[in-house]
């Protein structure tokens, strides 16, 4: 019982400063590591600096995204299995960024949870610095929030922004016409989408995340928390190759919902469903879950991770560059008059 006598302190009320700069020291090395040219000061300041002309930029235009990874949180949360979502993180917004032409420079996190757990929390926020080092991003800032009575025990929340540039005039989609090749990357499973049906479809099963995942050889948790594939260093090396003249992140809302995007008024897709073969999860998820493949597809990335539009007479070499750098490439389509993306072909999930 509280000694109603005495004053009270922020740690008497949940909050605990000395965890949160122990959690800044825990990370600072991490951070540190992701160091590039632009890069202008630590973690621990009031804002983060970063110098455009540093990175090489001579008449640039900042390019902002801000995600989270949804309720894959739960999973993770659920199973202690957190150094993956901090990639999510950085992948859900990077993977925008080049969406639009831009490099992304620099990241920033926010971290929310009732009580501090430095080690789970240095877990994610490692992961997020290791997302950044694969993107080519300076993790230079961001905020730990503890927020007693806001969350359970063990919960957080969790949310990212990053800031990339372009030249004048290089912003993408551009020149978008009939005939362009659609090719597609593929995804290294479901992401970081979709993840309440996915729930559900395990529930329907009868399934535990301890449980060996129907189609893989580790558990239903580990095999579903791989992390979105980070396609920025690819992708960016494409652009510059020339040809590129749109980028789509298949995320929530699938080929269906993003492809539209990235295309002018009067122009549509149409995706040969053929053309490539989805990871295994995806047969799992709909079967298990008697999900129709038009739900598949407004829904999961179905195997499809990022999708380039480009000029056809590049295409085969564009296939060449993004395969040497380590992507699995398909050609899936190509860009139609009309409207919406229209399928034909049998799923390979």
């Known amino acids: 019982m509280t000694d109603e006598t005495t004053g009270l302190t922020y740690a008497q009320a949940g909050v605990d400063i000395d965890a949160g700069n122990a959690l800044v020291e825990r990370i600072k090395p991490a951070a540190k590591a992701t160091e590039r040219a632009g890069t202008m000061a630590g973690l621990g300041g009031f804002g983060a600096l970063f110098d455009l002309k540093a990175a090489g930029y001579d008449d640039p235009i900042l390019v902002a995204a801000t995600d989270g990874v949804g309720t894959k949180l739960r999973l993770a949360i659920d199973t202690g ?145 791989t992390p979105t594939r980070l396609y920025v260093r690819p992708a960016l090396a494409a652009i510059r190759a020339g040809g590129v003249r749109g980028l789509a992140h298949i995320t929530g809302g699938g080929l269906t919902e993003n492809l539209p995007r990235i295309l002018p008024e009067g122009l549509g897709a149409q995706i040969d469903l053929g053309a490539w073969t989805a990871p295994p999860v995806f047969g799992w998820l709909a079967e298990a879950g008697g999900i129709e493949a038009a739900e598949m597809l407004k829904t999961f990335n179905c195997g499809i991770g990022l999708v380039l539009v480009c000029d056809p007479a590049r295409a085969e070499a564009l296939t060449g560059l993004l395969a040497e750098a380590g992507e699995t490439v398909a050609r899936i389509g190509t860009v139609r008059a009309g409207a919406g993306v229209a399928y034909d072909g049998t799923p390979g999930w």
């Not at 999510?88 to 420079?105: F, H, K, R, S, T």
């Not at 991003?137 to 922004?161: N, R, S």
């Open 81 to 225: 299995v957190l150094g993956g979502v901090g990639v999510d993180l950085v992948a859900m917004c990077v993977n925008d960024l080049i969406c639009q032409g831009a490099e992304p420079l620099f990241f920033l996190d926010y971290f929310a949870t009732g009580k501090l757990e430095t080690e789970a929390a240095a877990a994610v926020i490692e992961g997020i610095a290791a997302g950044c080092t694969q993107a080519g991003c300076a993790l230079i800032g961001g905020e730990t929030a503890e927020m007693p009575g806001m969350y359970g025990a063990g919960d957080f929340d969790l949310a990212g922004f990053a800031v990339g540039a372009m030249e004048r005039g290089s912003a993408l989609p551009e020149g978008v016409t009939e005939g362009d090749v659609l090719l597609g990357l593929a995804s290294d499973g479901v992401h970081s989408n979709g993840f309440s049906l996915v729930r559900r479809v395990a529930e329907r099963a009868d399934l535990v995340w301890d449980d060996p995942a129907p189609w893989g050889q580790g558990t239903l948790g580990a095999e579903l928390l």
